[in-house]
């Protein structure tokens, strides 16, 4: 492959991270508001059903309505903005509405077995919470690693562009910036 088709090639892989990242938060502020609705209408409705209830089965119907309204706004979050931050979220949403709701069921029972059920509920959000944080650093190392690439990659194209002279090595060069400014946007 010559470098006038590097240069062409490193231009069409920016063009499709560009477009990729132009659809990583696809959702519009009216469908992210309608969502957001929709979610405190499907917990107003898990409410309604737990108020039917009574004693502990009312509060665990209750703690699941929550958590089901928790994790569903953390995902509309992370689908609305995209973020890898807000997307660290959801596991973490998860877990905390497992283990609340894991220890309300615990209070139907007692003595040594509501002891056992607790300690089980709390190991459950602690593995939980410690697989999340694990997801969080190991997207951050592969972010990093990315960037590494990038810059590896700039560094052979610039090199390829050395060989030319005059107007093809400045635009050369410039496919290679470009690439690598659209790369790390990924």
Do not use: W
Not at 66 to 94: C, I, N, R, S
Not at 117 to 139: I, Q
């Amino acid at each position: 492959m010559n470098t006038t088709q590097h240069c062409k090639t490193a231009v069409a892989i920016a063009l499709m991270c560009v477009a990729s990242s132009a659809f990583a938060a696809t959702m519009t502020k009216s469908d992210y508001s309608s969502s957001k609705d929709r979610i405190t209408a499907d917990y107003k409705a898990g409410k309604s059903v737990c108020d039917k209830s009574t004693a502990n089965a009312k509060d665990i119907c209750m703690k699941q309505a929550k958590g089901k309204q928790k994790v569903a706004l953390a995902e509309l979050e992370f689908g609305y903005t995209g973020k890898a931050k807000d997307g660290a979220k959801v596991p973490v949403a998860m877990a905390d509405s497992t283990y609340a709701t894991a220890k309300e069921m615990c209070d139907d029972k007692s003595g040594e077995a509501k002891t056992l059920c607790k300690t089980e509920a709390k190991s459950t959000h602690t593995k939980a919470l410690a697989d999340a944080k694990m997801n969080k650093k190991v997207a951050a190392a592969r972010t990093d690693a990315a960037e590494d690439k990038t810059d590896a990659n700039y560094k052979v194209a610039v090199e390829k562009c050395e060989a030319m002279s005059g107007d093809p090595k400045t635009t050369c060069v410039n496919a290679a910036k470009l690439v690598t400014t659209r790369l790390n946007r990924c």
